[in-house]
């Protein structure tokens, strides 16, 4: 059931609870964790801690801790996740109402002091049919968690659809955080450990950034080649300052202009030899041999024939002084091309090492080009060359010249480029780092990016956001739900306050005593603190025989606060609400009597089911949501076994509470405890747990601790119904075990050893040798197996175990 409590976690530096922990502690035969259920019971011997546990639970009550405690700690968990601490009393939403001697000294003044009163209570009065009739109508339609019914069952519901749609919206983030955080910061394949863009505080809100800006419209993703381009200049290291190239001053311009002058210009020979006019090649010739033969020979060096005296001056006036300079005019213009067309090939060198690789293909298309203008200005140089030679030639025939097309603006523009990608490349080397770091950014979003895709981030969170609104969608159920559940409350509330009568708080304690315990005689009565006034509260008083009542006994004072206690359960906060009630130790210093009618009002009162009207049907509801009942009263514990429901391993569990020394712990109750119930087998179990036990362990320190008390006591009830029969100076130990030496020893002991030395559990020093308690409990086993085999049989059939070899020492001497 939702709310009630699953287990207390924890328990530190609170009395005897220095260090407890249920995990380790409560387990099954199995090694299982076990759980409190509905009902819960507790057994413990005085001072073991059952009020301490009390306290704890009482805290949940009141909003806080005893002082008595310097600073405890504590951790309780309930059904449905929710925990409380003792920094945490008031978040736990549930009615708890605790009965222990905290409760008594608030409530019961007069116990400890006979002139206080009893704080007052108000119940549900009597006198309004209509009223509770609308109140069990209200009540009705608020149902009830067991059968899912009414506004509880809406609420029970919609919690249930809240926390799957939670569930599955928490689950679905959860899958969707998982990959963030692993793409974020995973080992080898996060981007925080990637070694080209990785970032050393690289986490899931960055990430989240990231994907924030890859996922704008305005991101445009990298191609392949800007991301080779990104890496290949993450691995560049500065370059040296590239220097300006020198400048072309190309020449073409005035090799045309001188060119086209030279080639179209005319002259003419003072008297030509029309033979060489009109023979280029013979005009050479002759012009060459000339220079071999004019003041050197007198006859031909070719056909050795006498020269005339007359051919120098007809040369002369042949190749004259203006034909002469135009040669050489021409000479000196294929000199200026030869050498502007040598000048080329190192006009400009193009070296990709000297740039940063991002460059790279800028650098190639420009060698590229230079090499395309340089062969395109080389012919363009040619041409002219050819032009030149052929006027040459033919010296006295002008022609007409062809300009070549120019490709001198082509040339410098291709100076002009590299000249950029050369400034572009030195001002890289001063904006590296930061170029870098914008590579970075750069392939971190495109990897980014990638996962984006991958894992279909959108589908996800629009996934996710459907889930969101379903989750919210639920919680407003959730919360309609719960808000027509509390007006409902506050109704029931409002009703109940129109009901209320503090009066008869008293006169439901009173019904208590007389029905259940006899007590005509001792009653509470309920005086009004300003008769008249219509706002006046009541305090209670003890009364016997219609007196005010002093001097009470341990006994009255206990029937009274348990009485008062009961009562208050059906006050206004509490009737309706299925409280959480732990009840702690009841039965204190009343008789067998009285014990059993203690028993008789849990059941009545509190276990057994009330019955309500819905509609024209009779239906029954559980008074509690939870009940816990602690005692050291093993007549007590025999009846509360016939609780409705206490047997059902399912609806109940029984625990013990032990004490060794300072310390307490709680386990589950040992079975045979739980099904025999009777402190005979209970002392039988101690006596041979401590024959069994392994002496060095300190597990077993609390038997041999107690050894002596639970072995007197054991004694007195097996010899009394042994040997029932009165004789005077009857020495019923000596009867049972004979007269050796050991029967002598063990009775001494027993008689004035054993039983003055654990009787306290405070004591902290071991009373006698733990050897000798061993000894002395295999002894006492042995001569039970001896003389009452049968008997001896079925005290270890109820204590669930099977028969053990048992140490026989067959002398004094060997049992010493």
Not at 25 to 51: C, P, W
Request: glycine share 4%; proline share 3%; hydrophobic share 35%.
């Amino acid at each position: 059931m939702s709310g009630e409590v699953k287990r207390i976690e924890s328990i530190k530096d609170m009395a005897v609870f220095q260090d407890f922990r249920w995990a380790s502690s409560v387990r099954d035969e199995g090694n299982n964790v076990a759980e409190f259920r509905k009902i819960n019971i507790l057994y413990g011997r005085n001072y073991s801690g059952k009020t301490t546990l009390s306290r704890i639970f009482r805290a949940l009550e009141t909003g806080s801790v005893s002082e008595k405690y310097s600073s405890p700690e504590f951790q309780l968990s309930f059904n449905g996740g929710t925990n409380a601490t003792q920094n945490s009393l008031n978040s736990h939403g549930q009615v708890v109402r605790v009965f222990n001697e905290d409760f008594v000294r608030d409530n019961l003044h007069f116990i400890v002091d006979d002139e206080q009163a009893i704080n007052s209570f108000a119940i549900l009065g009597e006198d309004n049919a209509k009223l509770e009739e609308e109140i069990e109508k209200h009540e009705a339609e608020l149902g009830s968690e067991e059968d899912k019914s009414g506004l509880l069952g809406d609420l029970l519901g919609a919690e249930d659809e809240f926390k799957k749609a939670k569930k599955s919206h928490g689950d679905k983030s959860t899958e969707l955080e998982t990959k963030l955080r692993d793409k974020a910061n995973k080992a080898g394949s996060g981007i925080k450990h990637n070694k080209s863009f990785g970032d050393a505080n690289y986490n899931v809100p960055k990430i989240k950034a990231d994907i924030a800006t890859v996922t704008r419209d305005t991101y445009s993703p990298l191609t392949d080649e800007q991301v080779d381009q990104f890496h290949d200049l993450l691995r560049e290291e500065p370059k040296p300052e590239i220097p300006e190239s020198s400048s072309f001053n190309l020449q073409y311009s005035a090799i045309v202009s001188k060119a086209k002058d030279l080639i179209e210009k005319k002259i003419q020979a003072s008297d030509p030899i029309q033979e060489l006019l009109n023979d280029a090649a013979l005009a050479t010739w002759v012009r060459t041999g000339r220079e071999h033969h004019q003041g050197k020979r007198d006859k031909c060096a070719f056909c050795g024939s006498d020269l005339p005296k007359d051919l120098w001056e007809k040369l002369d006036k042949h190749f004259n002084q203006e034909s002469e300079e135009l040669r050489q005019a021409l000479d000196n213009l294929l000199g200026s091309i030869e050498r502007e067309r040598s000048r080329l090939p190192s006009l400009l060198k193009i070296k990709n090492s000297d740039f940063y690789s991002n460059f790279t293909m800028d650098l190639d298309s420009l060698s590229e080009q230079l090499s395309a203008k340089s062969a395109a200005y080389c012919e363009s140089l040619d041409s002219i060359k050819e032009q030149a030679e052929k006027r040459k030639n033919e010296i006295f025939t002008p022609l007409t010249f062809d300009e070549p097309e120019s490709v001198e603006d082509s040339l410098n523009s291709v100076r002009d480029s590299f000249e950029q990608l050369r400034k572009k490349s030195n001002e890289l080397t001063a904006s590296l780092s930061e170029d870098q770091s914008e590579a970075r950014a750069s392939l971190r979003l495109h990897e980014v990016h990638t996962f984006v895709n991958d894992i279909k981030y959108e589908e996800e969170c629009t996934a996710i956001d459907v889930l969101n609104k379903a989750m919210e969608k639920a919680e407003e159920a959730k919360n309609s739900a719960k808000e027509k559940l509390d007006t409902k409350r506050a109704k029931i509330s409002e009703l109940k306050a129109q009901l209320k009568d503090e009066s008869k708080g008293a006169d439901r304690v009173n019904d208590y005593l007389n029905n259940f315990f006899g007590h005509q005689s001792l009653s509470l009565r309920a005086i009004e603190e300003n008769p008249g006034d219509t706002s006046s509260g009541y305090r209670f008083e003890v009364t016997r025989n219609g007196k005010q009542a002093f001097h009470l006994s341990e006994g009255e004072c206990s029937l009274i606060a348990f009485c008062y206690f009961m009562a208050k359960l059906d006050d206004i906060e509490t009737k309706g609400n299925q409280p959480i009630i732990w009840i702690d130790d009841p039965i204190s210093s009343l008789d067998a009597n009285h014990i059993f009618f203690v028993y008789s009002l849990i059941n009545a009162e509190i276990v057994t089911p009330e019955k309500y009207e819905d509609g024209e049907e009779e239906k029954e509801r559980d008074r509690f949501k939870q009940l816990f009942i602690s005692t050291h009263n093993l007549d007590f514990l025999k009846y509360l076994k016939r609780l409705p429901g206490a047997m059902n391993k399912n609806k109940s569990q029984f625990l013990i509470i032990t004490r060794t020394n300072q310390t307490s712990n709680i386990t589950l109750m040992p079975r045979y405890l739980k099904d025999y119930v009777t402190e005979f087998n209970f002392l039988f179990h101690q006596i041979y747990k401590c024959a069994h036990a392994q002496i060095e362990s300190d597990e077993n320190h609390d038997c041999y601790y107690n050894f002596g008390n639970n072995a007197r006591k054991f004694l007195e009830a097996f010899l009394y119904y042994k040997y029932p029969n009165a004789v005077e100076k009857d020495d019923k130990l000596t009867r049972f075990f004979g007269d050796d030496a050991l029967a002598a020893s063990l009775t001494d002991r027993i008689n004035n050893e054993f039983s003055h030395l654990a009787g306290v559990f405070e004591r902290s020093v071991l009373p006698i040798d733990v050897p000798e308690m061993k000894t002395t409990a295999n002894f006492i086993l042995r001569k039970i197996k001896e003389k009452d085999p049968d008997q001896y049989a079925a005290l270890l059939q109820s204590i669930g175990v099977t028969e053990e070899p048992i140490e026989e020492p067959q002398t004094a001497v060997e049992a010493q």
